[in-house]
């Protein structure tokens, strides 16, 4: 049984419960994000919910559906390209359509075994690592819309699964970038939502990350630069770490510039 497939159901839904009540032209105000629309949030995760699921389900089709994907990238910007494969699906249809879909693929992710291997773009990875990166990515992206509406997250423990992934791509974060990964991985103790002590690498005495569990999710998304967060950072290897921290895959990206990523 996999707990995190609830976890990603339940952080869809506290996003899906901030947009709802919005009207269809609220869909096309741009957020902080590449001026990405909530339309063009909601047809992401959509679409790359349907991939996931469909590494579960059905194999063969998510290597049509991701060759096509692929072939429009050639020609088009990432958010064309989805609205191409979902025949531009917008609104508040969009919004139902990927309300019902994520409901049915958490239930599927469930009941999967946490350790089956499912393809992917890039390496394949466990049914825990797919279903925990897709609640990443909706945690990560709905950041941009309650920012854009001007309201204050209520977080809650299952960012821990984020929190896990920003560690488990310490080194990837390096390695991404050309760089060598540097040793000892730094001590980081996160204060949870509520109110639990989160500690990794505790004999790491020189370099360290102390400070609210969403500050650090903020940053390994990269949805906030480290000084628009409350974490204190020492030593050299902890303080680049958060400059340049990434927890998706990818080419190597950089964070927002410090005080760019707001509500």
Same mark, same amino acid.
């Given at each position: 049984m996999l707990k995190e497939a609830y976890d990603f159901r339940d952080e869809s839904e506290a996003l899906y419960n901030l947009?709802?009540?919005?009207?269809?032209?609220?869909?096309?105000?741009?957020?902080?994000?590449?001026? +990405?629309?909530?339309?063009?949030?909601?047809?992401?995760?959509?679409?790359?919910?349907?991939?996931?699921?469909?590494?579960?389900?059905?194999?063969?089709?998510?290597?049509?559906?991701?060759?096509?994907?692929?072939?429009?990238?050639?020609?088009?910007?990432?958010?064309?390209?989805?609205?191409?494969?979902?025949?531009?699906?917008?609104?508040?249809?969009?919004?139902?359509? +990927?309300?019902d879909y994520y409901h049915e693929m958490a239930n599927r992710f469930y009941e999967a075994d946490p350790k089956k291997r499912l393809k992917w773009a890039g390496p394949s990875m466990s049914a825990r690592s797919s279903i925990s990166a897709r609640l990443m990515e909706t945690w990560a992206h709905a950041q941009e819309i309650y920012d854009l509406l001007g309201v204050h997250r209520e977080n809650h423990d299952r960012i821990r699964s984020i929190a896990i992934m920003g560690m488990n791509t310490f080194g990837w974060t390096f390695q991404n970038r050309g760089e060598e990964i540097p040793s000892p991985v730094p001590h980081v103790r996160l204060t949870a939502p509520s109110g639990e002590i989160w500690e990794w690498n505790v004999e790491n005495e020189t370099d360290r990350i102390e400070g609210a569990a969403e500050g650090f999710c903020q940053v390994v998304t990269q949805t906030r630069n480290v000084k628009d967060t409350d974490l204190k950072v020492s030593g050299p290897i902890a303080t680049r770490w958060m400059e340049v921290a990434q927890c998706f895959a990818g080419p190597a990206r950089l964070p927002p510039a410090p005080g760019t990523r707001h509500a």
């Open positions: 947009v709802k009540p919005l009207n269809a032209a609220d869909y096309d105000r741009k957020t902080l994000f590449n001026d +990405w629309t909530i339309n063009d949030v909601l047809q992401h995760l959509h679409f790359f919910n349907y991939a996931a699921d469909l590494t579960l389900v059905d194999e063969p089709e998510f290597v049509r559906v991701y060759e096509k994907l692929v072939k429009l990238r050639e020609k088009s910007s990432f958010t064309e390209a989805t609205d191409v494969l979902l025949d531009g699906l917008k609104g508040p249809e969009l919004l139902q359509t +990927w309300h």
